[in-house]
């Protein structure tokens, strides 16, 4: 890759960190900045002429939401600076989006720019709009560029590392997708400025789950700056968002297409916090990631169970969780229903469910070894109404 | 891959050949046989076997047209001896299935037979059911594994080797897609018994091309067996079928993405091709094939023109093609609207047509260097009501 910013803060220019993603001649990289709407245009032109495909990119499809179409044409205007024609297509907000008509209106929409496999494919926005913009730059024309500027926290330290992107059907979420890495990542943690305190504080507990699965002594650190993150002190936002990226990017680098099982480590608290999700409803009281806080002091009460760790770590876990302002159980919810749901967990094999649980802080293990009265007791105390 | 086939007409069980696709990890093995209906479920299971994602596979989904529905419900009862549940689905024949609302209907089947990510995708068919299957296995949760049963020359001996798949937007043809291999091909040439001939012939245009720009024997071959080959004798089927997925999977081998350009000598023929189908207008006059052959004689034409070949050289793959009850021409078509139509050709750089056009028989060499002059004096031959 050539052109590569510098590795650590470079006061400069504006103030960043870089984040490298190793991944052969996929590889990229992911910048990040804070209040650099112009610096946007040449990471952009940089990152387009590092890669084989985005090299001599005139053309680009800005794909956003209305929450932040403002920020999505200053992207526009930054890439018209480098000869790049933009265009900006604002989708509905929410996961209704996710749909493989919606990409259809996208792609037709780059048809009628005449758009070759040079063009450009731009995600401005979150998880929706990076999913749904990623799964049309990886089917149009067989694949073209995409470039990824993630504006809430959930989808900076989590889905602009990993190459997933897809769309939903009616009766099955994610359902429809690839693997296609983006040429780069341009992350501002400005943009978090305007983020709903709740989308906040539910990107925290991706930002704990690293922490817990990868990093003892980057746990302490989200321990000691929690009330810093909350209060988006910059530096602090983008040390802690790039380490995140980081740690995410060593285990994709090792197991790009979930096929060695390495992937599976970051499904930690997920296995609950899925059955929780699904069972109080999409859309309902649990955002994603409410039940992926709950469910790792739940999964981390298993591994405790399984005499794996002691309660010292679950108790630390659930009350670093509870300082964020998250939700550390599922108090009324069926544990029946929620046995029911996991039993339809992916990472199941056999007909055991499958869990990844801590060894000690920092280390965790994809495991069979819970036994059905083992999950009968967490889950009994999970939903308890007296916690 | 394991229990790979031998690679020559093994007449211990019945008489076939093998043709290894050499893609690292994404190599795969071509099975041509004549009239072994139940061979394709040993194959389809070491097919499987010797792929990462197939091991294992227990459930599949075999994508047809009506024409074909009853060869796809042997196929699926030769995969249910193997212990893999087949569904059948049936799409109406045509390239209006190849769209993304089948796709949509293909991958909700999939979702309610509760397919995971070791499910198989079957397709029995010609092109457009290859297209479209292949699409629906490239994106169900991110890719599932491919078998493919080609049942038309063309299919067999074009779209059964290099993992192109696609659907149709109504603005673009083939626009939506990915480069996913399947795991193994299987083809028996009894297909062909109940080929219409028009279509037949057409698959022989492509097997022209082949000796063309790949290999003069193989021409010599074709000129040779032409008769045998539109009578469908077995034997000289396999070996022309089979040579030519050779041929083919020696380029796809160097050019998998389609990056370094060498995948282009495989478009001889369909510059003014492909204007002659969008002149005389799709599903009109001119079928691909008929189109290609048209397409051929004007671009060898056109290296005449430029001295790469002489006189004969043209003459003879327009005997050839005559032979083969192929046009040679394009009478009445209007020779502004081919240029204009050429100009949109996805090879062109700046500005200037580029073509593939014979140096010699069985070498071939993209170029711009015909004139706007040369072109109109072939176009006006191809057109010209008197030929």
Chains 1, 2 share one sequence.
């Not at 073209?144 to 059907?169: C, H």
């Not at 995410?248 to 096929?259: C, F, G, N, T």
């Not at 046995?339 to 920092?362: C, E, Q, S, Y």
Request: hydrophobic share 45%; aromatic share 4%.
């Amino acid at each position: 890759m050539t052109d590569r910013p510098p590795d650590q803060d470079d006061q400069a220019t504006s103030p960043g960190l870089t984040v490298p993603v190793p991944l052969g001649d996929r590889s990229y990289a992911i910048r990040i900045v804070s209040g650099d709407p112009i610096g946007f245009g040449p990471f952009a032109r940089s990152s387009l002429d590092a890669s084989r495909a985005g090299r001599g990119c005139r053309v680009a499809l800005v794909v956003t939401d209305a929450n932040v179409a403002a920020l999505a044409s200053r992207h526009a205007e930054a890439l018209a600076g480098q000869g790049i024609a933009a265009e900006v297509a604002a989708v509905p907000p929410g996961e209704g989006s996710k749909s493989l008509d919606q990409a259809a209106v996208l792609l037709d929409r780059l048809i009628a720019m005449k758009a070759d496999r040079h063009a450009a494919v731009v995600a401005v926005g979150g998880g929706v709009v990076g999913d749904l913009a990623g799964f049309v730059a990886a089917t149009y024309a067989r694949g073209v560029p995409l470039l990824m500027a993630p504006t809430t926290l959930l989808a900076q330290v989590d889905s602009s590392v990993g190459g997933k992107v897809a769309v939903n059907r009616p009766a099955a979420k994610n359902i429809v997708g690839a693997f296609h890495q983006p040429v780069g990542v341009w992350i501002d943690t400005d943009s978090l400025e305007s983020l709903p305190p709740r989308e906040l504080r539910c990107g925290m507990a991706e930002v704990v789950k690293y922490g817990v699965i990868l990093d003892a002594s980057f746990f302490d650190e989200v321990e000691r700056t929690a009330d810093a993150m909350l209060a988006l002190e910059p530096g602090v936002v983008r040390r802690v968002v790039a380490r995140c990226c980081e740690l995410k990017a060593e285990v994709v680098s090792q197991d790009e297409r979930e096929q060695t099982g390495l992937r599976a480590v970051l499904n930690f608290g997920h296995t609950i916090g899925h059955a929780i999700e699904a069972v109080a409803g999409y859309g309902g009281p649990f955002q994603h990631g409410e039940a992926v806080s709950a469910g790792m002091v739940a999964e981390a009460r298993l591994a405790e169970r399984l005499g794996w760790i002691d309660d010292s770590l679950a108790d630390r876990l659930s009350n670093l969780l509870r300082l964020l302002g998250l939700p550390t159980s599922a108090p009324g919810l069926d544990p029946d229903a929620l046995l029911d749901a996991m039993t339809l967990d992916k990472k199941n094999r056999g007909g055991r469910i499958r869990f990844v649980l801590p060894r000690r802080l920092g280390l965790v293990e994809l495991t069979d070894a819970p036994t059905e009265a083992d999950l009968r007791v967490v889950l009994g105390e999970l939903t308890s109404p007296a916690v």
